[in-house]
């Protein structure tokens, strides 16, 4: 009698724990300007765990285990897609993930890769498509869908909260555009290490010139090199920027021959940690434009 007692409270408490933890969505966003947009929609209904984190290049990540079990944890997995992350289809398959997969970029028009001399690796699909506002719409959007898709239950809330977000970046990108219309059309110019500012180009009418392609994972050649000096020379242009992500020392050599001045950093593929300045995808993109206006402005 008692031992039916216990057993049964203890079935109870059991089953309690399995309700508190199941209580919350377990998501995997693969990197962390991703995983903002995921936060702010899935508020407390998710439990997000990101694997490409702060600071981090998600264009040669290496996956350890513990990835593997957050996959194999989850129920639903966003992805940027258009090749960012290479790595990330073996790795469901490998975690024997059941998760649903969302391309969060479905719906996005994809810019190709400027060309370059000697470099045909390099051509393709740029990835980096977060770096205009109106396309982070469309990634808030495949969230909130991918959401309610694999919690019925929390519709009301997703929706609440993607519109909410939805309206402060209505804002950032008004914002942004006012901030680089008081640049000067001619001074819009800057040279990166990578080339991840593509859609921000196209949207904003910032040009950026990068020795490296849209990838992290091919050096720049001595030819590129050579010819962002020549370029820099050419049109004058006033600023170089580091990136979160990339080594500093190829821009700092370029900067030095040519004597444009380092303008900073700007957050191109990855947030920067809490105490940072760009914790949030919001707050990246003021930092990178206010970045850019000092150094083009002054
Ligand atoms: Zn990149």
Do not use: C
């Amino acid at each position: 009698m008692r031992l039916r007692t216990i057993l049964a409270a203890l079935a109870v408490l059991a089953g309690a724990i399995a309700a508190s933890a199941q209580e919350k969505v377990l998501v995997v966003a693969t990197f962390s300007i991703l995983g903002d947009f995921v936060k702010n929609v899935g508020g407390d209904r998710v439990a997000l765990e990101v694997l490409v984190g702060p600071n981090g290049d998600a264009h040669v990540y290496s996956p350890s285990p513990s990835d593997a079990k957050k996959l194999a944890a989850a129920k639903v997995v966003f992805t940027n897609g258009l090749r960012l992350e290479g790595w990330i289809d073996r790795l469901v398959k490998a975690a024997g993930s059941r998760a649903a997969v969302v391309t969060a970029t479905k719906g996005i028009a994809p810019i190709e890769a400027a060309e370059r001399s000697g470099h045909k690796a390099e051509h393709g699909t740029d990835p980096h498509a977060w770096q205009s506002v109106a396309n982070a719409k469309i990634y808030v959007t495949n969230v909130r869908d991918g959401l309610i898709a694999v919690d019925p239950a929390g519709r009301a809330t997703y929706e609440k909260n993607a519109r909410d977000y939805l309206a402060q970046l209505d804002a950032l990108e008004a914002e942004v555009k006012a901030e680089v219309a008081r640049i000067e059309p001619e001074r819009r110019r800057i040279i990166t290490s990578h080339d991840a500012f593509g859609y921000f180009r196209a949207a904003y009418g910032v040009q950026f010139i990068a020795p490296q392609g849209v990838s992290t994972d091919a050096e720049a050649s001595a030819k590129d090199v050579a010819a962002i000096i020549r370029q820099i020379r050419r049109q004058r242009i006033p600023a170089v920027f580091l990136e979160n992500i990339s080594d500093p020392r190829l821009l700092q050599r370029i900067a030095d021959e040519t004597g444009a001045r380092i303008g900073g950093t700007l957050y191109s593929d990855a947030l920067s940690d809490e105490k940072g300045p760009a914790a949030s995808y919001i707050d990246m993109m003021r930092h990178n434009v206010k970045e850019l206006k000092a150094a083009l402005t002054s």
